[in-house]
């Protein structure tokens, strides 16, 4: 039998030894050290949030603003970029390796330090494609860096501020990068979930108690009430007669904007959805080869792919928004013939961030009911939030997003199986090391693959399809702190996966003989 041919990027091979790395460690780490790791990292993260990017100009547009909360960024900092382009290169990773363009095989580890190398080649080239567009339109300098870098040679002073801006943006992108490294090699769980997880508990937080109003210029009044859902309800119920609470107040605190009531009420609910549905599982029983009467149970999660796949679309969705607004109204790309300027991919008015019309219009996070529930309910009443839209194109733009989120879910939920050796075989091959079987079967991965892919490629789908919905309708409904449903989701399951992996290591602390188990030497 003929030889496979080897993947074409392993001539990526020398470049890939030549990049900054964290440096895995040899045997294990303890329970403590991995806590400081991730503790001190979660730390970090934070401190970088605030360390703004120096030269910006205050007019600076933010194009990922619809998807900050899940972005894990902070606004005009050096983390601008979140983890846009780790997630943008792991998707495209995803897609190429699942369609077989990329031929590579995740069980053999050379292949697998090749794919996990090329995504690294490939997060700082989505540093590059994510940045320069934004610093060559929306994120312009001061003026006054431009003042002071006169003399420079080479090149005028505005493109020198620009290219500082560029520096930094990598620089801080490139860190996040290196700190989701640590935490997974040295810490608990995932970086980029917990960078997440961190930026939304802080805006549900501030969005629930928040007792500044929105024009902070004026004082607190019936028309310019504090923020948060708490403090906002109880001035309005106390600073409002009987007939303003009965005629407008009702509708203003369950409906009003930011922060009503609902959208308390929609992230509670998520939670607990969220937290019943990382509960159900499958448990098939399994028993020791070497010690008789041992026996134990392994669950297939009903969420089994976790929350990567909304992850992963929401990231997607956020370049299509980002790419759409460059094509429509940066300088330089909005002249390319046919997609330059285009109504039909996405159509911005000025100044605005969000979509009004066009194929990117369809795709956007609808942030609350009065986006399409009440308009399509009372078009007379509420027709104003249709934004010139027919009640037709409303109604399509729900079942447009809806069947995008819970497909797209899907198809990354298969692909995040397959990549992270998930999939039956790989969990067959993984009891089989541990001493352990299915009772009633033969001994061997083989036999314990054939029971595993009666449930594996099932519950991967209806894994993908489950959360994709989940965070689709917790987007229409909405949420405090304008996180987004996909945010609140997330975060739910990140923190009890955490909690899990956190019970799990303290487990593999006390009974070392685990560790095998777990794939820990």
Known sequence: MAEEKESFLFKLKPIIDRMPAIKKP????????????????????FGMTNVLIYGLSKTSIDTFSEFRAIMAGSSGSI???????????????????????????????????????????????????????QVFGYLEPDPLLSDKLGGMPFGSPLNWARTIIIVQLFFGSYMVFLMDEVISKWGIGSGISMFIAAGVSQAIFTGTFNWEPANTSADVSVSNPPTGTIFRTHYLWTHMNSSEIIGQGFERMFLGQPNPIIALLGTIVIFFIVAYAESARIELPISSEKARGARGRYPIRLVYASNIPVILMAALLANVNMFSLLFYTHP?????????????????????????AGGAWYLTTMRGVHEWLLPLFNPDKYGVYMMDHEYWQVALRVIVYLGVMVGGSMVFAKFWIQTTNMG????????????????????????????????IPQVTLLSGAFVGLLAAVANMIGTVGQTSGTGVLLTVGIMIRLYEQIGKEQMVEMHPVLRGFFGEE
């Open 79 to 133: 983390l601008h970029l979140g983890i846009g382009p780790i997630v943008t290169g792991s998707i495209i990773m995803q897609l190429f390796t699942g369609a077989k363009i990329i031929k590579l095989d995740l069980t053999k580890a050379a292949d697998k330090a090749i794919y996990q190398g090329t995504q690294k080649v490939l997060v700082i080239v989505m540093i590059f494609v994510e940045a320069v567009p």
């Open 424 to 455: 039956a075989d790989a969990v067959a091959k993984q009891i089989h090391r541990s001493g352990m079987q299915i009772p009633g079967f033969r001994r061997s991965p083989k036999s314990l693959e054939i029971v595993l892919k009666k449930y």
């Open 332 to 356: 330089t790309l909005s002249k390319i013939p046919v997609i330059g300027h285009a109504w039909w991919i996405g159509k911005f008015e000025p100044g605005e961030t969000r979509p009004s």
């Open 26 to 45: 040899e045997g294990h780490v303890h329970f403590r050290t991995k806590m400081m790791w991730t503790l001190g990292i979660l730390i970090l993260y």
